[in-house]
């Protein structure tokens, strides 16, 4: 029954393929858990006052887009098996929806403009849409009857990715009512948009034998140990990691060892020699245009990753190495051998076991904080709750704790990782985000799940099962203080989720993502004069045709940026550059200056980061808002850096400069984390207290 309910969850891929009925039945997988009741949770042991009547909806978690406003309010629910529904509407509410879009399908704003936006006037729309509504009631439109959209995956779900569906099969639909020249004009997009020979992209690779070598195993097995060995002895070669820190980490050690390495990420471009024989590189960032010996590709399974995943492919199918050696989970194993298989690139797997035990413990912390050890990393996935538990542990136990998240420096997150590891400093537990998954060497004894939830943006859903795994495979890392790990969770409850995702069995990967290159891009721009550039990535995402193997990477966040910017005056490949910058658009401040960026450089002005960011002076007290603000200041520092690496000419603030001020900034950060005064959002209950509410 539970393995039954969590099943959707257990999917990591992700397709999206419009344009082609052949490849109709892939959409993006959408799942989300239906909106529950808070649960109480003991920070405190002190009375507090707690209401005797049952639960109502509190929302606890509001989020702002800032350039859509739309409000989410969703809440997480600490009991899995009552919530983890999937948000779906019943199979013959999905017909009907579709069926009433279709019906205003000449009438959905964002339909009519982009169908006017291809040469196809509202005269023209209205008779072939009414068309198309009668044809696809009486069954004969095809992809559109009912047996396939109840096969399509997330139409279930959301009114735009129905929409996004129903205006694909409209296009093919109206093609043989619309005057030739736009037929000829949509036969031209269909062209540039067919991405299906990603392979094709990259002659120079596929020229040569390349030999892959796939390094697979669970984390602390050693594989990329072994691939970073081979790296060592090789004349010329790459490393390609997921993150900065890894690529880093990876540029110190070489040259540590006396190799010559250089770095090159998206922000900064370190070159020791210009005759070293290594590189360590963001993924993004590989190099495609040198033939080399070796190539090492780091955690080969995000080439599944939504947004990121086309780097990984890209890397894969573009390098121009003898040996290539990816590192990564079982479940690449099958996508691999086939991706390799079409290319004629020979494939071994070697296979890794972890070098030191791992057991899930029976007992919980019982949803008590006092029950935190020395070397235990706390996991909590939502940043807001990190400061509260931190808390709450140092004054339940008097032990201190260092904290890693996402919205922290990735500088930051290793120097908290430092005071962690380091026995001589007072740091003895770690409260972390789900950042404690990758790229930190830790020396953690216990992994204590604080919540087995994280929000994704709209709902909390359970962490999929290899997250889980990843992260709970921190504990007991070779060669660290702890020669054994250990894993918990804080409240009973969720032990059994943990129990049931460590044992889940692996589940491969069915699709890699691709993303089209800026010159496919531009071609498809220059189809589309008039169109802003927001709405050519749109057409593009509704046109493009991928084959069963691969997947099109999401646009979301380039979308709302692009969109933002679609007033200002610059040329397309300008424009891609700037809705590229790795922006976290929820940061108001990062919107804010990227935007402002992006409309000095329109007008062919200097852009100076000291006008962008102003540090704020170092305090004895610091408030949560003041931490908020510095890494906002460290996250447009970064913005800055990897623009002015793609427009040195107007992006004046010079590499040290600007390494200067992101050094202050991490002072600032670090200090702040010692210091941040925090108060507690709300009074919660203990765990009885919460209990014996229930049973009011
Ligand atoms: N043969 C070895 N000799 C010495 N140290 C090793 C050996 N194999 C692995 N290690 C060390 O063990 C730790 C884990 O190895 P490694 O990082 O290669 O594992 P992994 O399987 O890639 O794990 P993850 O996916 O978690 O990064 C590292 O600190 C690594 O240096």
Redesign the pocket.
């Known amino acids: 029954m539970l393995r039954q309910t969590l099943r959707p969850l257990f999917h990591g891929e992700v397709s999206l393929c419009f344009g082609s009925t052949s490849f109709s039945r892939q959409c993006i997988r959408h799942f989300n858990v239906k909106p529950a009741k808070e649960s109480i949770k003991p920070f405190s042991k002190q009375p507090v006052k707690v209401s005797t009547k049952p639960f109502t909806k509190q929302p606890t978690h509001r989020v702002r887009h800032p350039l859509n406003h739309k409000n989410d309010t969703t809440q997480r629910s600490k009991n899995y098996k009552k919530t983890n529904t999937t948000f779906q509407l019943a199979p013959g509410n999905v017909f009907s929806t579709f069926r009433k879009r279709a019906s205003a399908l000449a009438t959905i704003p964002h339909i009519r403009t982009k169908v006017e936006q291809l040469g196809i006037s509202k005269e023209m729309l209205k008779p072939i849409a009414n068309g198309f509504y009668r044809d696809l009631i009486a069954g004969k439109v095809e992809g559109c009857d009912k047996d396939t959209l109840l096969s399509v995956n997330g139409l279930a779900g959301d009114r735009r990715i129905m929409d996004s569906y129903l205006y694909t099969r409209f296009l093919e639909y109206a093609e043989p009512h619309l005057p030739k020249e736009i037929t000829s004009k949509l036969t031209s997009l269909k062209k540039i948009t067919d991405l299906r020979f990603p392979h094709e992209w990259y002659p120079e690779a596929r020229r040569m034998q390349r030999k892959i070598h796939l390094?697979v195993?669970?984390?602390?097995?050693?594989?990329?140990?072994?691939?970073?060995k081979r790296l060592t002895e090789a004349k010329s070669g790459i490393y390609c990691g997921p993150l900065r820190l890894l690529a880093h980490e990876i540029f110190e050690r070489m040259n540590n060892n006396g190799i010559a390495c250089n770095l090159v990420t998206g922000e900064e471009k370190r070159i020791i020699s210009e005759d070293a024989t290594l590189t360590s590189s963001t993924v993004e960032m590989v190099e495609l245009n040198r033939d080399l010996e070796v190539a090492v590709v780091?955690?080969i399974q995000m080439m599944g990753d939504r947004t990121r995943g086309w780097a990984w492919t890209q890397a894969l199918l573009g390098l121009r190495a003898q040996e290539i050696h990816l590192?990564?989970e079982e479940s690449v194993v099958p996508l691999i051998k086939q991706i390799c298989e079409a290319i004629d690139d020979e494939v071994t797997v070697h296979r890794?076991k972890r070098?030191t035990p791992l057991s899930i413990s029976e007992k919980s912390l019982g949803g008590n904080y006092e029950n935190v050890k020395k070397g235990d990393c706390v996991v909590t996935f939502a940043r807001k709750d990190i400061f509260e538990v931190k808390r709450a542990i140092e004054r339940e136990t008097g032990l201190r704790c260092a904290v890693v998240y996402g919205a922290l420096p990735p500088e930051s997150r290793a120097l908290q990782a430092k005071a962690f590891n380091d026995a001589a400093s007072n740091f003895d537990v770690l409260v972390a985000s789900d950042a404690v998954g990758?790229g930190l060497?830790l020396n953690i004894k216990r992994i204590v799940f604080e919540s087995v939830q994280k929000y994704d943006g709209k709902s909390f859903t359970f962490i999929h099962p290899p997250h889980l795994k990843?992260i709970a495979?921190?504990a007991g890392?070779?060669?660290?203080t702890y020669a054994q790990g250990e894993v918990t969770t804080f409240e009973q409850d969720d032990l059994s989720y943990v129990f049931e995702a460590m044992d889940t069995p692996t589940l491969f990967l069915k699709t890699a993502g691709i993303h089209p290159t800026l010159d496919i891009i531009e071609m498809f721009s220059a189809q589309m004069p008039d169109a802003p550039f927001s709405s050519v990535l749109q057409t593009f995402e509704d046109m493009a045709t991928v084959s069963g193997k691969y997947f099109l990477c999401n646009y979301g966040d380039s979308k709302a940026l692009a969109q933002s910017m679609d007033h200002l005056d610059m040329s397309v490949r300008d424009r891609y550059q700037f809705v590229s910058a790795p922006t976290p658009l929820r940061d108001t401040a990062c919107l804010q200056a990227i935007i402002e960026m992006a409309t000095l450089y329109s007008e062919n002005k200097d852009i100076d980061l000291k006008k962008l960011v102003k540090l704020p002076a170092a305090k004895e007290s610091v408030t949560k808002t003041k931490l908020d603000q510095l890494e906002s200041c460290h996250k447009i520092i970064m913005i800055y850096k990897w623009l002015s690496m793609r427009f040195p000419d107007n992006f004046g603030t010079s590499a040290e400069e600007a390494g200067e001020l992101k050094e202050q900034c991490e002072l600032l950060i670090d200090e702040a984390l010692k210091k941040v005064h925090f108060r507690p959002r709300m009074k919660r209950a203990s765990y009885g207290q919460h209990k014996k509410t229930k049973t009011v």
């Open positions: 390094h195993g669970p984390t602390n097995s050693g594989k990329t140990y072994s691939a970073l780091d955690e590192c990564g890794y070098l990758m060497n990843q495979g921190r890392r070779f060669g660290t």
